[in-house]
């Protein structure tokens, strides 16, 4: 091989080797903190190095930068996704291994693995270790070395330390994924208190019930428990009772009058039949022998009958009411009777009495 073109190609690779570091470290450091006067154009490179298809494949990394992944998708809430961009493709300098490639995303059996060490660590029951404050509804990221966070928190951090590591176990280059176990759990708690709020609020109204109606056991307890049912008893009457008290004494004060107006009459009665005249002696005489009685009503025996006894002893009584008897046979039934007026063996009724021949 002649000397000249080994030096060529020796030269072609040093210079594509040259452009491929360029284009690395273009796409690695930010356009705004490159200095105006140092900036770098990569389209007067020797023909063969592929600056217009390195241009072409920039371009392409960064519309593929904008794409989210399908499970970042809206409209799709309590859906677990990464939260890193797609990674950027290999760079030619990675390519031809001048530069370390970054390290492989990992799979969905990896985030599964990583996310039961941290179900089993209990994360997600523990307050976030940055703000020390519950997850509750917050967003809520979970990284590739299985510790848990606020979103917002773990922004704060890397912006506030000006590198990506983890701020428990210090892992740099992690990946994040956002998870709900956090607000899950919290629903969870909070539906378990609501319940226990509701079941105890029915058992109170539920014990309230039957202290109003079943009496307890305890003798003090019992007597208080009628002591109140009398007391509700007593104020259920006097509010039923009508607040006009005029109109309550004016009713005190007929019902009196009427009373002693029953009795007046009663007064009446007793002394009109103690002061009976001849004509209404007669008058229950002929009502005496118009029914016919033959028998007193009390022994059962003829009235005319004497059965060895004296005609004094068996002597015959008319009352007012026009009933006879024995008079043995009613001063007997008068001792016998606790009145202080007694009243007709038959009839029920007061009466004046009036010795009849027998």
Not at 29 to 51: D, M, W
Not at 90 to 107: D, E, I, K, N, Y
Not at 256 to 280: G, N, Q
Request: net charge positive; charged share 25%.
């Amino acid at each position: 091989m002649p000397r000249g073109f080994g030096y060529k190609a020796e030269s072609r690779r040093v210079t594509l080797a040259a452009v491929a570091l360029q284009d690395h470290i273009t796409r690695s450091v930010p356009i705004q903190n490159i200095p105006h006067n140092l900036s770098i154009s990569v389209t007067s490179c020797p023909a063969g190095c592929g600056a217009a298809h390195v241009r072409r494949r920039h371009k392409n990394h960064n519309t593929r930068q904008r794409v989210r992944y399908p499970e970042q998708t809206q409209g799709q809430e309590e859906r677990e996704y990464v939260l890193d961009h797609a990674p950027p493709p290999l760079t030619l300098a990675q390519r031809m291994g001048l530069v370390a490639a970054p390290s492989r995303r990992l799979t969905a059996e990896e985030w599964a693995e990583v996310k039961t060490r941290s179900i089993q660590e209990g994360d997600s029951t523990q307050p976030c270790v940055i703000c020390r404050e519950e997850f509750r509804l917050q967003p809520q990221v979970l990284l590739s070395c299985s510790h848990v966070f606020h979103k917002v928190c773990l922004k704060s951090f890397e912006k506030f330390s000006g590198r990506k590591s983890c701020p428990m176990c210090r892992k740099e280059q992690y990946e994040t994924r956002v998870i709900y176990d956090g607000a899950r759990l919290y629903r969870e708690k909070c539906a378990l208190r609501i319940q226990a709020f509701w079941r105890g609020y029915l058992v109170r109204k539920w014990y309230s019930n039957i202290r109003k109606h079943v009496p307890p056991k305890d003798q003090q307890l019992r007597r208080r428990f009628f002591e109140k049912k009398f007391q509700e008893m007593n104020d259920r009457l006097v509010q039923s009772c009508s607040t006009d008290v005029e109109a309550f004494l004016n009713d005190i004060d007929r019902s009196v009058a009427m009373s002693h107006d029953i009795l007046r009459r009663f007064d009446v009665k007793y002394t009109s039949v103690s002061e009976m005249e001849d004509k209404d002696w007669l008058e229950a005489q002929e009502k005496a022998v118009q029914r016919g009685v033959q028998d007193c009503a009390i022994c059962l025996n003829c009235l005319s009958s004497h059965n060895g006894s004296s005609k004094k002893d068996r002597n015959i009584l008319l009352l007012s009411c026009s009933h006879i008897f024995h008079e043995p046979c009613l001063q007997a039934f008068e001792i016998f009777c606790q009145e202080a007026k007694p009243k007709c063996p038959l009839c029920r009724s007061h009466y004046a009495k009036m010795l009849v021949s027998n």
